[in-house]
């Protein structure tokens, strides 16, 4: 499959793709729905006599691309997702007449990223971060229990997650406040109010949830795909030695709810199903209600580039991959629900830091696959060079950059970026 619009072989949005998002631009203010191609924005709302023709499943409901948000479309199913991306693959190809030949068309719904302004994807109602990565469980376990007690008991039979802030969740290029808080200077000393000094970055993806389910109604693994509507980036920001001190007994507050940031386009499930792989082996196997049959893993390289405030160029400092993760996506909703919890559309699950494969556990020779400052440099006690920088943690001015992509011999499937800027405002 070919589109009629130029796209580079290496673009993250190839005709293949065609991520949702919610964009506007000067001309147009309105915040409404478009799928990114290449280097352009398809305006689905200026398609709205089209989609109602030729997708019987989008009559009398086109109206949902004029919305602000994507929680309408995403409410209303895979089935409907599915017909809607089939049918604008259809007229984005060289074949196809419709889009092509048609210049005013063409002239009103196309139109170039460079002048569109971005937007949060959803109306975000409810947050929850996962803790699904055996490796930086391992670690951070590690480091703060000791190596015999690094996993709690309960870490390998069910996908670890708090409860987050989902008023803070800002979309890419949104500057992120250095935040400030209760920090302990030391053992049997009061705590200190300041700024934090280790603020860090968690490179993670997330889910975003379609149709829900009714209170005291499990999703099921088997149906748990037809509930998730697509993937983005996500950098959950965290300050370390606020998080340090209040996290016991119940868990992160304010180390973590001050900013996360997320990719603007949402990838969905089909693009990404090319790419599904075999996840790691659970040991011990779930419980049933978590067993899964087939391939749960995506391989979606993942990496991160940090910038320092005096330097023009970003260095890559991570790399890793999203199918080293121990617990699946699908499981991750499934445990989710499974006690009755009623999901909503546009509801966000990350999945915590995603750190690579077996080989980083307590390696300093497999620092670069680690997803979080806290691991690289051991919780600050050795340093990285950034661009002829030191850095143990995000300094004020640091720019952090998240991308992730999936590649075969034909096309790539890409996120774009997830990028923000660290300030202290005093």
Same mark, same amino acid.
């Given at each position: 499959?070919?589109?009629?619009?130029?796209?580079?072989?290496?673009?993250?949005?190839?005709?293949?793709?065609?991520?949702?998002?919610?964009?506007?631009?000067?001309?147009?203010?309105?915040?409404?729905?478009?799928?990114?191609?290449?280097?352009?924005?398809?305006?689905?709302?200026?398609?709205?006599?089209?989609?109602?023709?030729?997708?019987?499943?989008?009559?009398?409901?086109?109206?949902?691309?004029?919305?602000?948000?994507?929680?309408?479309?995403?409410?209303?199913?895979?089935?409907?997702?599915?017909?809607?991306?089939?049918?604008?693959?259809?007229?984005?190809?060289?074949?196809?007449?419709?889009?092509?030949?048609?210049?005013?068309?063409?002239?009103?719904?196309?139109?170039?990223?460079?002048?569109?302004?971005?937007?949060?994807?959803?109306?975000?109602?409810?947050?929850?971060?996962?803790?699904?990565?055996?490796?930086?469980?391992?670690?951070?376990?590690?480091?703060?229990?000791?190596?015999?007690?690094?996993?709690?008991?309960?870490?390998? #039979?069910?996908?670890?997650?708090?409860?987050?802030?989902?008023?803070?969740?800002?979309?890419?290029?949104?500057?992120?406040?250095?935040?400030?808080?209760?920090?302990?200077?030391?053992?049997?000393? /009061?705590?200190?109010?300041?700024?934090?000094?280790?603020?860090?970055?968690?490179?993670?993806?997330?889910?975003?949830?379609?149709?829900?389910?009714?209170?005291?109604? /499990?999703?099921?693994?088997?149906?748990?795909?037809? #509930?998730?509507?697509?993937?983005?980036?996500?950098?959950?920001?965290?300050?370390?030695?606020?998080?340090?001190?209040?996290?016991?007994?119940?868990?992160?507050?304010?180390?973590?709810?001050?900013?996360?940031?997320?990719?603007?386009?949402?990838?969905?499930?089909?693009?990404?199903?090319?790419?599904?792989?075999?996840? /790691?082996?659970?040991?011990?196997?779930?419980?049933?209600?978590?067993?899964?049959?087939? /391939?749960?893993?995506?391989?979606?390289?993942?990496?991160?580039?940090?910038?320092?405030?005096?330097?023009?160029?970003?260095?890559?400092?991570?790399?890793?991959?999203?199918?080293?993760?121990?617990?699946?996506?699908?499981?991750?909703?499934? #445990?989710?629900?499974?006690?009755?919890?009623?999901?909503?559309?546009?509801?966000?699950?990350?999945?915590?830091?995603?750190?690579?494969?077996?080989?980083?556990?307590?390696?300093?020779?497999?620092?670069?696959?680690?997803?979080?400052?806290?691991?690289?440099?051991?919780?600050?006690?050795?340093?990285?060079?950034?661009?002829?920088?030191?850095?143990?943690?995000?300094?004020?001015?640091?720019?952090?950059?998240?991308?992730?992509?999936?590649?075969?011999?034909?096309?790539?499937?890409?996120?774009?970026?997830?990028?923000?800027?660290?300030?202290?405002?005093?």
């Amino acid at each position: 499959m070919k589109s009629f619009i130029d796209v580079p072989p290496h673009s993250h949005f190839p005709i293949q793709n065609l991520p949702f998002g919610i964009f506007s631009t000067e001309k147009f203010p309105s915040p409404r729905v478009g799928v990114a191609i290449g280097d352009q924005i398809l305006d689905l709302s200026s398609l709205t006599s089209l989609l109602e023709e030729n997708v019987p499943e989008l009559k009398n409901l086109s109206n949902v691309f004029s919305e602000p948000t994507l929680n309408k479309f995403m409410s209303l199913g895979r089935p409907i997702w599915q017909a809607t991306r089939r049918y604008l693959q259809q007229i984005l190809s060289e074949n196809d007449s419709t889009l092509r030949d048609n210049i005013e068309l063409r002239q009103r719904a196309l139109i170039s990223q460079k002048l569109a302004r971005m937007h949060l994807p959803a109306n975000i109602g409810d947050f929850t971060d996962f803790y699904a990565s055996k490796e930086h469980a391992t670690n951070v376990g590690t480091m703060f229990r000791g190596k015999d007690n690094a996993l709690m008991p309960n870490w390998t #039979h069910l996908p670890v997650g708090y409860h987050g802030r989902s008023s803070s969740i800002v979309v890419s290029g949104t500057d992120i406040v250095r935040p400030s808080g209760q920090i302990s200077p030391g053992k049997d000393q /009061p705590p200190i109010f300041g700024a934090s000094k280790k603020l860090d970055f968690e490179l993670e993806m997330a889910f975003f949830v379609g149709p829900g389910n009714n209170l005291g109604k /499990p999703i099921p693994i088997e149906k748990a795909t037809d #509930h998730i509507f697509g993937v983005v980036l996500m950098n959950d920001w965290s300050a370390r030695d606020i998080q340090a001190w209040e996290y016991v007994p119940l868990g992160p507050f304010l180390g973590k709810n001050f900013g996360t940031t997320i990719s603007p386009w949402v990838v969905t499930m089909d693009a990404l199903e090319p790419f599904l792989v075999e996840g /790691p082996k659970q040991d011990p196997t779930p419980l049933k209600y978590l067993q899964d049959t087939g /391939p749960s893993a995506y391989d979606i390289h993942l990496e991160v580039k940090m910038k320092s405030k005096d330097c023009k160029s970003h260095a890559t400092i991570a790399n890793s991959n999203l199918k080293y993760m121990y617990w699946s996506l699908k499981q991750q909703l499934v #445990h989710h629900s499974i006690n009755g919890c009623n999901m909503r559309p546009g509801d966000l699950c990350g999945t915590g830091t995603i750190s690579g494969g077996p080989d980083t556990i307590n390696s300093n020779s497999n620092k670069s696959s680690l997803g979080s400052l806290l691991e690289i440099t051991w919780n600050g006690k050795t340093k990285i060079n950034i661009n002829e920088n030191e850095r143990t943690f995000i300094e004020d001015g640091d720019e952090i950059l998240l991308t992730g992509y999936c590649t075969n011999k034909n096309y790539l499937i890409g996120f774009g970026e997830c990028i923000d800027l660290l300030k202290h405002f005093m």
